[in-house]
């Protein structure tokens, strides 16, 4: 059973303005052992990452928040992506995403809502986060999903700090989520080989 | 025209479960010159409450975030306006809400969004904020809107924090905002009878 | 390895005001093999269903969608599940949920997204459809996902129409939705017992 | 007072891929007397279209809905009134939208509801519809409001449907709900004025 012992394939495909969503990006890469897909400043994708998509277990979706949804050149993406959907190509994946910005709430939720549907429209799946929010008076601004998130991490970085200065504990709960994706879309191809 | 001088009816219709919702109702009553209509903890409303609901010229809803979204008692209130839609008799009406809970995000927006819908299916007039989110380096835990939400306000208390503790910023933005939507409500009376 | 060889445990959590969300969650109980437990008309739910729900593998919300969002009985049923929440006790369940209301419309994506906020505070496992909208000309109302959904199946059964009525295309694509969720839980099952 | 005898400037601001859109476009600025701004297939629009945009009483936003939102030319546009936000230019202005699809529902929900979120960053006022739903089991596919939406008009036509085929009760909800922004704007300008 050779298949059980090939890593999972996970890829963060994102669109980063300002190196913020891509300091993140990296941080859910190394906790997913996942491949990098930048989406550039026009919208658009390498055709090998295309590629790479197409044969991905799991699936993360990035961008800031602008404007209360996902920047332009995500949903660019986004739009792109009927090719796959045609074809069903993408049914069964496993789905996530995050998101950064600068307001403490900023309307973060509804790109992450957007990253779920765009999820769904392909007949995904889609995998939660396990932190519980640290929202006591004793709780740090260091501390693990800080944002009292859900669905998926946010970062939230203030509008005149640059990537350098974002939180750890932002970044250390993107890494642990990335870690858990892809640990969940292990298990998820395993039981696959296992059934058939 | 005797009508411009009658002052604006707005009513605060809300669910608390631990009196912070109730405090953040009473600060945005304050700044509208509204009178507070409490729903109780079995979901009910006193009668002459939904009088004063059918009389009004402006409506705000509130309600903690719990699991998400409204609480149950606030979901109650909402079923039984049903009698209302039936009637159309909340058409055109001015709107607006609010919403605490203990974590920073907390899934807020999604309470908020379905006042937001609950106005619609009345065929409402939804006001938004008008204050600019905190989100510099240099910003405050007491400055208006540092939640950085936009379509009503959000305040966040620790869940180990009393209603006495809740910050200052967050309640002078309930109060703004509540005196925002009774002015627009104003107006948008005062242009009613300019145009009959 | 005679864990794998157990059937997958998958309930179906609903409430129903007039039957025709009833006859939906049956419609999907059969399609996944799952056993029902009905929140009452005061938004409670039986003791045992409590510890069949803290058992399972998978779980369905159902409820119809009434002023914009799930009925009142199941958000109290939702908040009541604070208690699993605290203890952590359903993270990593596999969830999916699904809708019936009068209007084609009728902001039902509402109450599915809703569903999804819910099982994203457990920390859960979203299963979206793979059926395709039924949406061209020669399109016929008793296609499979006529309603053209994505995250859950709908079903849309006219104000003054019995249960009897309901759609037989809106039913089979609630009992294939079942058979998806059913089996992709067990793989998922699989998958974990293969890792340890 | 001659500004009251001044005509409400409105203005309808779109995306259109295959002209289904556009059509009904066409419907709400009819009813509205309002401005057509088209955004082009690059996600731009014409700058003195800008200078229409930011006299503007109303402003009613029109995408097709993609792949479970906006078009990215639409988005594209969005962040574009970045610009308009740091100054406030559009604070107090009356805003609405619509969109169509293929599928019935197909996520147009959520296409509507980042519309009024994008009315919300700006500080915006948000008229919702005020034609219930046709949905008992006499109504016609040639219904007002056959869609039964709530927020803002749903216009559906099948995959493979030109823009000729539009059915007419989706573009005359379309026509009366762009007459009732632009009556309910006439009413907040009359009301300013009167107050000032």
Redesign the interface.
């Known amino acids: 059973m050779k298949q059980?012992t090939s890593p999972v394939k996970t890829v963060v495909v994102y669109h980063s303005g300002y190196g913020h969503t891509e300091r993140m990006a990296t941080a859910i890469a190394e906790g997913a052992g996942a491949v990098l897909a930048a989406i550039d400043s026009d919208?658009n994708l390498a055709e090998d990452a295309w590629e790479t998509l197409d044969g991905a277990d799991a699936i993360l979706f990035g961008s800031p928040t602008?404007?209360?949804?996902?920047?332009?050149?995500f949903?660019?993406f986004?739009?792109a992506?009927?090719k796959a959907?045609f074809e069903?190509g993408w049914?069964?994946k496993i789905f996530g995403g995050f998101t950064n910005?600068?307001?403490?709430?900023?309307?973060?939720?509804?790109t992450l809502?957007?990253f779920?549907?765009?999820?769904?429209?392909?007949?995904?799946?889609?995998?939660?986060?396990?932190i519980?929010?640290a929202?006591?008076?004793a709780?740090m601004r260091d501390d693990l999903n800080?944002?009292?998130?859900?669905?998926a991490p946010?970062a939230q970085t203030?509008?005149?700090?640059s990537p350098e200065?974002m939180l750890p504990g932002d970044l250390e709960t993107a890494r642990r989520y990335g870690a858990r994706v892809a640990m969940?879309a292990?298990?998820?191809?395993?039981?696959?080989f296992?059934?058939s």
């Open positions: 059980h919208g602008y404007m209360g949804g996902p920047s332009w050149q949903k660019k986004a739009d992506t009927s959907w069903g049914q069964n910005s600068a307001s403490i709430n900023g309307d973060k939720l509804n809502e957007y779920f549907l765009l999820a769904g429209q392909h007949g995904g799946i889609w995998i939660s986060m396990d519980k929010p929202n006591v008076k709780s800080r944002m009292g998130s859900y669905i946010m203030p509008a005149d700090a200065e969940i292990g298990q998820f191809r395993s039981g696959r296992q059934s």
